[in-house]
């Protein structure tokens, strides 16, 4: 075998090789690709969480707002107690300032 043939042989198995490892990359992206109901699924998935996930906010604003409506009244009803607490002190100082006059 002289110098031509073997820079001839080595180039068509580089060239084959070369084929065929454009082939296999080929048959891996398209085996690997996914469908176009594969990414319908999907989007129509991520709408879904999207949605849930605005209504679960929205619940939450609802939650939080009821909660802060819930704190106002406790502590209205927290100050009138006090104040209820108070008078009843003084009703009671008066009453025995009362009874000991007589």
Known sequence: MNRTEFVTI?????????????????????????????????TRRLRDTERERDMAISLLKDREATLAATQGELNAALEGLRESRTEIEELRDYIERKLARR
């Open 10 to 42: 080595t180039t068509i198995i580089l060239f084959g090789v070369f084929v065929l490892g454009w082939f296999a990359s080929w048959l891996i992206g398209r085996l690997t690709r996914p469908s176009q109901a594969d990414i319908r699924d999907l």
